[in-house]
């Protein structure tokens, strides 16, 4: 079984909806991050959480919000979805123990087509 | 401005041939990591790197870190069908231990 899945692997889905995509992960690591990918442009940080009760804006938040259910889900909200907001998105994780390496580990990435 | 500029940006060789991938930036890095990305999967670390110098070899592959750890590269060795794949370097900045800063990708392509 994957450490890290994500739900839905691809979405397609028209402006003005409200998105939500899933991970849950089985590594028991405590932080956790969502990524987008578009070409030319590598990965970019959308959000990421230390634990539960942390979140923190990562470099591209606008349009985006995020939940932490608990240590093992993370999900990612598209309040009202737009077609610039088309892209893959990616879930990762990392263990805090070793926070100054910051190795991440990737879910499956799920495509959005926003209409 | 890219904190990590990659190059090529493509690459299109022969099993193999032997190539190089270069990560460069102007920041300092605590640590270097270099993952591979298949398509419809998401990237695979393939190794880290912490010292500056650093030399690791991961069978053909070989990774190094500068020795101001402000640059990376990654070299491979007759080139296989199996290594195509978009190769992303990413590195924690100095005194910013929470981010991951990702470099724009190489992509390669090996053919028979």
């Known amino acids: 079984d994957a450490d890290v899945t994500q739900t839905p692997r691809n979405r397609i889905t028209k402006t003005g909806k409200r998105i939500m995509l899933e991970c849950s992960q089985t590594?028991?690591?405590?932080?956790m991050y969502w990524y987008r990918q578009d070409p030319g442009l590598g990965l970019r940080l959308i959000y990421y959480?230390?634990?539960?009760?942390?979140?923190n804006k990562g470099e591209i938040s606008d349009g985006y919000s995020v939940s932490r259910q608990a240590q093992a889900k993370f999900s990612l909200s598209l309040e009202s979805a737009i077609p610039n907001q088309t892209a893959l998105y990616f879930c990762?994780?990392?263990?805090?123990?070793?926070?100054?390496?910051?190795?991440?580990?990737f879910g499956p990435g799920t495509r959005l087509t926003v209409l | 401005t890219q904190l990590l500029e990659q190059s090529p940006q493509f690459l299109s060789i022969q099993e193999g041939e032997n190539l190089t991938v270069y990560c460069n930036s102007s920041?300092?890095?605590?640590?270097l990591q270099w993952y591979r990305q298949e398509p419809g999967e998401g990237p695979v670390l393939l190794v880290t790197?912490?010292?500056?110098?650093e030399v690791k070899k991961l069978k053909r592959l070989t990774f190094q870190f500068g020795d101001a750890r402000k640059d990376s590269s990654l070299h491979i060795t007759a080139a296989q069908p199996g290594d195509t794949g978009l190769y992303l370097c990413?590195?924690?900045?100095?005194?910013?231990?929470?981010?991951?800063?990702f470099g724009t990708g190489t992509r390669l392509q090996v053919t028979l």
């Open positions: 790197v912490v010292t500056g110098g």
């Open positions: 920041s300092v890095f605590s640590s």
């Open positions: 590594k028991g690591h405590d932080r």
């Open positions: 990762a994780t990392s263990d805090s123990t070793l926070a100054s390496l910051n190795e991440q580990f």
């Open positions: 990413a590195g924690v900045k100095v005194g910013t231990a929470s981010k991951l800063t």
């Open positions: 959480s230390f634990d539960v009760k942390d979140i």
